[in-house]
């Protein structure tokens, strides 16, 4: 049965490198603990397929910096191998500083099913088909379609004291355009340098005090950053190159 998770917190991103991760982590270590899938720093793979319009109207105006703005995205830990294995579908919404996200849990086939045709999950929860009700007026309106494929390697850390602390760390970000199904097994071009770090943090009030002073002492600084936006960023970038010479080749023409 599909089920929903409802999160809503702040969210603050920082980018580094590995040194500066690996002067962070003996403290984080001490305060936290790591998640039960990256034990003895293994990460985990997440694999997102973010839906846009043709002309990519949604992380266009997302890069704007709207007072509000929403997204939606289909995840999955891994690529998955099987109908039956389990992906998330995520509406989440920025309000000014406050992520509200409404995730949906699914097996593969139940969600192309309802991203194709509509059909929602035999025997959904009441919020399930909440959820899903919203997202289907959001593509109804919104006339989006996967563009594109963000995936990374994470390690998570969840605070002793306080569960709704959260941390993660991501690595090896690639992105994919085209034929960016689950099904197509490629990795995707580097979106980073190799040993780049985004340190995402996910609080629902204040940081706790250890973390404050830590991030002061090592001079680490709170950046602006978007996965997705970056990879459009990259990919327009690749576009102007690809313009670029193609005027370059006629004029020698």
């Known amino acids: 049965m599909a089920a929903i998770t409802v999160f809503k917190r702040y969210e603050k991103k920082y980018l580094m490198d590995e040194a500066v991760m690996n002067r962070l982590l003996p403290e984080i270590r001490t305060h936290m603990e790591a998640d039960k899938y990256c034990r003895e ?3 985990y793979s997440i694999c997102n397929l973010y839906f846009d319009t043709d002309q990519y109207d949604v992380i266009r105006e997302s890069l704007s910096k709207p007072f509000y703005k929403e ?3 289909l995840r999955s830990y891994g690529l998955p191998r099987s109908p039956e294995d389990m992906v998330f579908l995520e509406m989440k919404k920025k309000v000014n500083r406050m992520v509200t996200k409404r995730r949906a849990s699914l097996t593969l086939q139940e969600a192309e099913l309802f991203l194709t045709k509509r059909k929602f999950p035999d025997k959904a929860s009441y919020m399930t088909n909440q959820v899903l009700k919203e997202i289907a007026y ?7 379609k996967p563009v594109m494929r963000l995936s990374y390697d994470r390690m998570a850390f969840f605070d002793r004291e306080d569960p709704a602390f959260r941390l993660t760390f991501d690595q090896n970000i690639r992105y994919l355009r085209g034929n960016i199904g689950f099904g197509n097994r490629e990795e995707g071009s580097p979106l980073m340098a190799e040993d780049f770090r985004l340190m995402e943090v996910k609080v629902s009030e204040a940081f706790p005090l250890w973390f404050a002073n830590l991030l002061s ?3 680490v600084h709170i950046s602006s950053f978007s996965k997705y936006g970056v990879a459009y960023k990259t990919y327009l970038k690749e576009e102007v190159l690809e313009d670029s010479e193609a005027v370059n080749v006629l004029g020698h023409i």
């Open 138 to 144: 959001y593509l109804q309106h919104k006339k989006v």
């Open 217 to 219: 002492r090592e001079n």
């Open 41 to 43: 720093g293994q990460t």
């Open 71 to 73: 997204k939606l995205r």
